[in-house]
């Protein structure tokens, strides 16, 4: 083994509490080696929320010319380009990038472009993407590995090239008929928008409903709007094996006997963690069951001086989990006590209307045995949804007896903006009449917040 290169600490991906740990500890003076094997700034920027969400806004943009008369606007002939879509979609990427890499030089961070792995205690060999291999060496090292999309192990799936969500993003050619498998958020996305810009869509769901973990107003809402955009559903689906090539022609049996056909198929029943092949019996870092690394509740892994963020640590897989990971470490370098025990996830799916959450949903208060008073209201009681003419959905809100709010969820237009409100008062163990008694403008979303929270049963 050739004389180690010695860093002050070395960070293994570049995903997001990989690269703000690289920039804060660049930026304090300190010798810093970034790893990444495929996209500098890790799947957010360039293959996972921030693209999907541009290529969903498009699709939104595509909506507003389906239903311009409701507006009042007479338009002629219209098509959507999906040479431009991605196009739009690639302008931001490159843009993202370049951002990215002027916080790396700003920060003074290494980025090495190849893949790591452990060869011995506190050292890290590095397969250089460009041929060769380095050797690099710290007693600080931060995984951030990331996760991918799982491909079942379904007779002909892995034959058939499916799409996951990285290949679907770079269509330039509108499927004629797209199955989806799974109907998780990342599937319904997906599922909404190509149904917009004009392709057949199929969902091929294998739990009794789509979103199936949440509560059953939620579900019952989401699978009508997917039902009333043309979108077909397929629930309780165990798939046999699927015959054919995305892309061409594509078919999925089913143990019933059915055939759906389709001339793609897209992957989006779930993920796995980036954490093969890393040499990790070398050092001695465990894995949980489901593949993650071992972390305690400081993110600290199994062997000394190694930490693990965001997906391959089994933290929610969402980027702002990844970045608190990195609020966690970075406090507790600087001597602090964070740990992510107990902390506020919230989320938001992107479908048209949003699906925003935080705190408890119903199902899980019911299951922990936790007393409650439901609010809700239609999402049309929030009079800004009328001028927008998407009064679709509604809010409602989980209230204990010592009026601290318990959990939020609304389905409506731009409503994961509504969530900070939200999440500060719960944080602060405010009740919900701080909330209830501000002066909010009118007309926001926001104003909601009074007809909900006068919709709690008083004690």
Known sequence: MSTPEQYDAIVIGSGEGGKYLSWHLGSQGKKIANIEDKRIGGACPNIACLPSKNVIHSAKVASFFQRGAEFGIVHGKWHVDMEAV???????????????????????????????????DKTIEVALNAGGTRTLRSDYIFLDTGSRATIDPIPGLAEASPLTHIEVLELTTLPEHLLILGGGFIGLEFAQAMRRFGANVTIIERNPSLVHREDPDVVELVQQLFQDEGIDIVTNANITSVEGASGKSVIVHLSDGARLEGSHILVATGRIPNTQNMGLDTVGIKMTPAGHFQVNDRLETTAPGVWAIGDCAGSPYFTHASYDDFRIIRDNLAGGNR?????????????????????????????????YRLGKIPMAAALRSRTLDETRGFMKVLIALDDQILGFTAIGPGTGELLPVIQLAMTADMPYSA???????????SEGFLNLFNSVPKL
Request: glycine share 8%; charged share 20%.
């Open 86 to 120: 991605s196009a739009r979609r690639q302008r931001m990427i490159d843009g993202l990038r370049d951002m990215h890499l002027a916080n790396y030089a700003k920060s003074h961070a290494e980025i090495v472009m190849g893949f790591g792995r452990f060869i011995a």
């Open 339 to 371: 740990t992510k025990n107990g902390r506020q996830i919230p989320s938001v799916t992107f479908t048209d209307p949003e699906i925003a959450h935080v705190g408890l949903t119903e199902i899980e208060a019911k299951k922990q045995g936790t007393t």
């Open 435 to 445: 909330v209830h008694n501000l002066i909010l403008t009118h007309p926001t979303l």
